[in-house]
Antibody, heavy 119, light 107 residues
Framework: QLRLQESGPGLVKPSETLSLTCTVS??????????WVWIRQPPGKGLEWIGS???????NDNPSLKSRVSISVDTSKSQFSLRLSSVTAADTAVYYC???????????WGQGTTVTVSS | EIVMTQSPATLSLFPGERATLSCRAS??????LAWYQQKPGQAPRLVID???TGATGIPARFSGSGSGTEFTLTISSLQSEDFAVYYC?????????FGGGTNVEIK
């Protein structure tokens, strides 16, 4: 059974870069029929798509994040990663990684990791 | 960007009642719509895919309908475990976008 697990610092200082990793187990990250996705949820608010990556490294990200997003994949480690630069308190959220089959919704999610931006 | 609008924001119902949740897209998304259920402290869970296909393990009391710009999620008879927040999400265009959610609460 496919499992996704987020990891990374729970506290990031303002203006610094948030870095998270999602480890995929129980299945292949090199699948040609899936995207790997980052989503976040600020406290008490709804869901926001951050960006997606294909195993080849091709990416799409949310224009609302103003080019602060970088997503990468390391197939040898079965991991994909998120970097969000110049963070502010507005980036405080639960960050989820997920799998999205082509032309489908996100069918497998990690448990989420809370990131707080504070000095 | 496609804007997804969900209504109502809150739905207060008794167990056993029928729940009808609405989602509207700002432009035609064909059937590229998913519904998710989220309980407090948990990750979202895919409930309906392709506007009307139940996801793996989802009970038959959950059904989805619609295409184009108007979509509905129906829970035929609410069970205690169904009280949660439900989000719709379009995957027709980048950026992927979510609705603001409907909180289905116990009356």
């Amino acid at each position: 059974q496919l499992r996704l697990q987020e990891s990374g610092p729970g506290l990031v200082k303002p203006s610094e870069t948030l870095s998270l990793t999602c480890t995929v187990s129980g299945g292949s990250i090199s699948s040609s029929t899936h995207y790997w996705v980052w989503i976040r949820q600020p406290p008490g608010k709804g869901l926001e798509w951050i960006g997606s990556i294909y195993h080849s490294g091709d990416t799409n990200d949310n224009p609302s994040l103003k080019s602060r997003v970088s997503i990468s994949v390391d197939t040898s480690k079965s991991q994909f990663s998120l970097r969000l630069s110049s963070v502010t308190a507005a980036d405080t959220a639960v960050y989820y990684c997920a799998r999205r089959p082509y032309y489908h919704g996100m069918d497998v999610w990690g448990q989420g990791t809370t990131v707080t931006v504070s000095s | 960007e496609i804007v997804m609008t969900q209504s109502p924001a809150t739905l207060s119902l008794f167990p056993g009642e029928r729940a009808t949740l609405s989602c509207r897209a700002s432009q035609n998304i064909r059937s590229y719509l998913a519904w998710y259920q989220q309980k407090p402290g948990q990750a979202p869970r895919l409930v309906i895919d392709g506007a009307s296909t139940g996801a793996t393990g989802i009970p038959a009391r959950f059904s989805g309908s619609g295409s184009g710009t108007e979509f509905t999620l129906t829970i035929s008879s609410l069970q205690s475990e169904d009280f949660a927040v439900y989000y719709c999400q379009q995957y027709h265009n980048w950026p992927l976008t979510f609705g603001g959610g409907t909180n289905v609460e116990i009356k």
